[in-house]
């Protein structure tokens, strides 16, 4: 995504120390925020689905996430996200909420040269939907990773219904409308020509 970052943000990047923290949203059917700061961070993110400030919890079970790539083609671009899957906490709110194209935004945040978090110094750096998770186990510890996908995961996907029985019967079960479909050789014309 192209970055018009304020001069604010501009002027943070350029000083010899920096602390950042990087602020999670998961559009849940009832959204989280998390964050990978030492401290809860209150944040009126833009794209939130619910309004006004968000506490962003500092909880310590996100661990990391990929590399961002970024591209000015059209291209998928995907991201993991790690969690701890020690705490069951995590691995519950994947299991017990319909995950599958929910959106999940990523935000970067800039502290102050004194510590200090600073609305103004928050910009967007990632914004998909998840695709899949899945749990890794290792002899002392365990890694939930939430997959997830850009704008673009489904852009060659051919949209609507197809002519075939299979079809048909998912919105009007019993009808046989299709059930010679196969045997149609030429292609049907739709619209103008």
Known sequence: MPRNLDSTIQDALTQKKIL?????????????????????????????????TRTYTAQGQFLEFGNVKESGNITVNTLDISFTAVDLTTIGLVINNNYIDKRVVLYRCIFDTTG??????????????ITAWKIAEAQETATLTIQCASQFADFEKTAGRTTSVASQQIFFSGDKGMEFSNQIVKDIKWGRE
């Open 116 to 129: 200090e978090f600073n609305t103004n110094k928050v910009f967007q750096f990632f914004d998909g939907r």
């Open 20 to 52: 950042t923290a990087d602020l999670i949203e998961i559009h849940f059917d009832a959204a989280v925020y998390f964050t990978n700061a030492n401290i809860d961070i209150r944040f009126d993110s833009p794209t939130a689905p619910d309004a006004g």
